[in-house]
């Protein structure tokens, strides 16, 4: 889009104060993503949770110099103010206006499950033929619709959106502001079926986007929907699809033959599939559908369905050499996988970068455009470093206005060494397939292995939310990063959870938060176990101690009167309740009252710590537990005379007491997906998956032995794979022989012989189409981390905690 403030302000009739000039190309919701200031508007969108207004500041603070909001707050100077009634609904009518001024093709998807991945798919089958928009993500909100509707530009010719509802009444607003030419319905499933009384009632309120359609694809094998669609649109093209032979569009042949033939009306179209579950094979039978109705060629369709990738959008982030951090998006490279790319790399406060970019290959605008915007958004980065890659990009390196260095391949890049120099920098590697810049991330990265802990930073968001929800809105919440986080790395999980606004950070011991803060990371952070010769870096890095005796107590004052710290000093008081570890007994709180009276510092909180929170036969102890607890803190804080935070639940107590949440929660193994009680867990997203490759395949002659001191032999021609993790990973020496089992496609395979130190055998006689080169789970979903930490005798914690340094860890959000 592209419109003057004084335009939008007319569309909506909205009141301006401010430049009426200022051009507007791009709307941002969430201040923290903001890629673009130049000509982009910051919306302060107020929702039931949260407050978009506070974020103004933020937003005005990153540069912003225009501000959508409905109340106008004069002390921010020198800012275009666009005042409206409703911040949400001046978004719909301005989407609504801007799709109805456009003059394309347009798909509009709806449907419970596999809307992305189907909207993915056809966008990588048609980026090529037409210039095409589609929403980023999954954008099909009240608010994500519209903001998706407004990336259209007059160039696309093509644009794929996806509608999503969950409550009744929805798809009016929705369908008001984009009316779709090609409808297409997927699956529908129970997903949201919550907020309605009945199937029909849903099914009624989903076609309602087809009102003006000319085209409608659904799946035929549902009768109530194709009864619905039947009586309200008859007059439309109506094409089914399924796996029912009355559809237009179905499977033919029998599943398990080589290739599968579609039957689409009168005509036959065959080609290999490599995955056939029923969702696939539906949504593959959608695209097909939606394909032929573009008119592309039954060649073609095959060829461009052969070549769909998974769709596993996704990001890593890398630890690389020379304390750098890699970024590494080789996907896909189109303009908006690089603005997403540029979002996240902006999530770091790494104040050095650089980047690597390739020739992009977007049929949207010419490429004079094209390079312009993108110079354009890359200068706005203010990168140390540029590095193009490729005979297009290069042509253009004048647009560039950070040190740029042009190379025709990436192994001319390589070669010239200049990336190995950077040092202490975020490097992001943005590079379309055919320039295989993940050998430039081979050579960049610091640990080579196959075997790596994989964390998904959006899965420990996940579990971290479904906590709160279980939460007043007002409790705080303080993530327990101790121990490198649970071995999961302690400053890229407190870097994300800062963005994310965490309130507090707790850590065991002063150094793990004097890294912290080395990094860059302004949280306020506790330290669980302030030890005596540490009290001098807690004070200088503004950590704050957990007081648990008179002694630390003492110390602790004396260092910082010492320090020369003239303000009251923030301190945690624990309290002993029942776990016997460390804090002030009942008996102490008198005297903890006088010496507090006379020593300038601040109490921030009052806290203790359940032993048995997880065990439900200690129910009775741990009430007892908290009801000591109370009485003590409430005596406290009455005879202080000002009123600290008091906290005392850990990630079970969270959920097994939950109205004991005072002002503070401890969040800790919950956040990683983990909960002993079954109801939990299933609402929870497993974060961490340990996983390598099989290095070797061999089959081992009936009564020949495997590995150390003979401990297995076989009892027939065995299929033996070793894979390259060992105890000196962090696997116990004590699961080999048969206790602990490993994943492999899908199915389980049993450790055979003594583990090594760097290595492993396993049987995987049971696992079809094994080959080397295979990935192997050490845990995450088969086995689950719980039955791995079950083979080791173990808790999670432990399982966690004990994997080696030397595993690489990768970060990835999807
Ligand atoms: C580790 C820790 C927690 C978190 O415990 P989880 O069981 O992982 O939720 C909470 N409070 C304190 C004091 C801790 O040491």
Redesign the pocket.
């Known amino acids: 889009m592209k419109y003057t403030v004084n335009d939008i302000a007319a569309i909506t009739n909205a009141e301006i104060i401010g430049d009426k000039d200022l051009i507007i190309k791009n709307i941002a919701f969430d201040s923290r993503i903001i890629y673009a200031i130049k000509n982009t508007a910051f919306i302060a969108i107020n929702t039931k949770k949260n407050s978009g207004e506070k974020f103004i500041e933020s937003a005005v603070d990153r540069g912003i110099k225009v501000i959508i909001s409905e109340h106008h707050y004069p002390q921010f100077e020198n800012i275009t103010w666009i005042i409206v009634e409703n911040a949400v609904q001046f978004l719909q009518k301005l989407a609504k206006y801007h799709s109805e001024h456009s003059d394309l093709k347009s798909i509009g998807i709806t449907g419970s499950n596999g809307k992305t991945i189907l909207k993915e798919w056809i966008y990588q089958c048609l980026w090529n033929e037409f210039p095409t928009v589609k929403s980023p993500k999954s954008f099909n909100s009240q608010i994500g619709l519209p903001l998706s509707l407004l990336q259209i530009n007059k160039c696309h010719k093509l644009g794929i959106f996806e509608v999503g509802i969950s409550m009744p009444n929805e798809m009016e607003t929705l369908e008001n502001m984009f009316h779709p030419q090609i409808g297409l319905l997927t699956h529908i499933g129970t997903a949201h079926a919550a907020n309605f009384s009945s199937e029909e009632e849903l099914i009624n309120e989903k076609i309602k986007l087809f009102k003006d359609s000319e085209v409608i694809i659904y799946n035929g094998d549902n009768l109530l929907v194709d009864k619905k669609i039947k009586e309200l649109y008859s007059s439309k093209k109506l094409i089914t699809y399924g796996f029912q032979k009355n559809n237009d569009v179905f499977v033919k042949t029998n599943v398990k033959d080589e290739n599968i033939v579609v039957k689409y009306f009168e005509e036959e179209i065959s080609f290999p599939v490599h995955q056939r579950d029923e969702a696939t094979l539906s949504n593959a039978l959608a695209l097909i559908t939606v394909l032929k109705e573009l008119n592309i060629s039954n060649e073609s369709i095959i060829e461009k369905i052969n070549a769909l990738k998974a769709v596993e959008m996704r990001l890593e982030a890398i630890e690389g050499i020379k304390n750098n951090i890699i970024i590494n998006d080789s996907f896909n490279l189109d303009l908006d996988s690089l603005k997403t790319a540029l979002q996240f790399l902006n999530e770091y406060k790494k104040s050095k970068k650089s980047l690597v970019l390739t020739d992009i290959f977007d049929v949207n605008s010419n490429s004079k455009e094209l390079y312009e915007e993108v110079s354009e958004l890359v200068n706005e980065q203010k990168f140390d470093s540029v590095f193009l890659i490729g005979e297009e990009i290069t042509q253009f390196r004048e647009l560039f206005k950070s040190n740029t260095f042009t190379f025709i391949n990436t192994k001319e890049l390589i070669d010239s060494k200049h990336v190995t120099e950077i040092e202490n920098q975020i490097i992001l590697l943005k590079g379309a397939r055919k320039f295989e810049i993940e050998k430039l991330k081979d050579l960049l990265e610091l640990r080579k292995h196959d075997t790596v802990l994989e964390i998904n930073l959006n899965a420990i968001l996940h579990n971290i939310n479904y906590h709160k929800s279980l939460l007043k809105p007002s409790t705080k919440m303080?993530a327990?990063v101790?121990a490198n986080a649970?071995g999961l790395g302690s400053y890229e999980i407190s870097e994300f959870l800062q963005h994310h606004h965490i309130d507090y950070l707790?850590v065991?011991f002063a150094d793990e938060g004097v890294e912290l803060r080395k990094k860059g990371i302004t949280t306020p952070i506790v330290v669980?176990n302030p030890e005596q010769h540490s009290y001098d870096t807690i004070i200088q890095y503004n950590l704050e101690p957990e007081i648990y005796s008179f002694r630390v107590l003492e110390l602790f004052y004396e260092a910082a009167q010492k320090s020369g710290h003239t303000k009251e000093y923030p301190i945690h008081i624990k309290l002993e309740t029942g776990m016997h570890r460390l804090g002030f007994k009942e008996n102490e709180l008198d005297d903890l009252i006088q010496t507090l009276h006379h020593k300038n510092l601040r109490v921030q909180s009052i806290?203790s710590?359940l032993s048995s929170?997880?065990v439900p036969e200690e129910r009775e102890f741990t009430l007892k537990q908290l009801e000591t607890f109370s009485k003590n803190s409430s005596y406290l804080i009455e005879n202080i005379g000002y009123q600290p935070m008091r906290h005392i639940l850990?990630?079970?107590?969270?959920t097994n007491y939950t109205e004991h949440q005072y002002d503070m929660v401890?969040?800790?193994?919950?956040m990683l997906g983990e909960s002993p009680t079954p109801e939990i867990q299933k609402q929870l997203r497993s974060s961490v998956s340990f996983k390598t490759v099989i290095s070797q395949i061999s089959m081992v002659e009936n009564g020949e032995s495997v590995g150390y001191s003979r401990k297995y032999k076989t009892n027939h021609l065995t299929k033996i794979a070793t894979i390259p993790v060992g105890y000196a990973d962090g696997i116990p020496r004590l699961i080999g022989n048969l206790v602990g089992n490993v994943g492999v496609n899908k199915t389980l395979a049993p450790i055979v012989g003594n583990i090594c130190m760097d290595m492993m055998m396993i049987n995987v006689d049971e696992v079809q189409n094994v080959k080397e080169g295979d990935k192997v789970t050490i845990f995450n979903a088969k086995p689950s981390l719980k039955e791995f930490a079950g083979y080791c005798k173990t808790i999670t914690?432990e399982v966690l905690t004990s994997i080696s340094p030397r595993v690489k860890r990768i970060y990835i959000k999807d």
């Open positions: 303080m327990m101790k649970y707790g065991a669980m806290f710590h929170s997880d850990n990630s079970s107590g969270i401890r969040i800790g193994i919950g914690y």
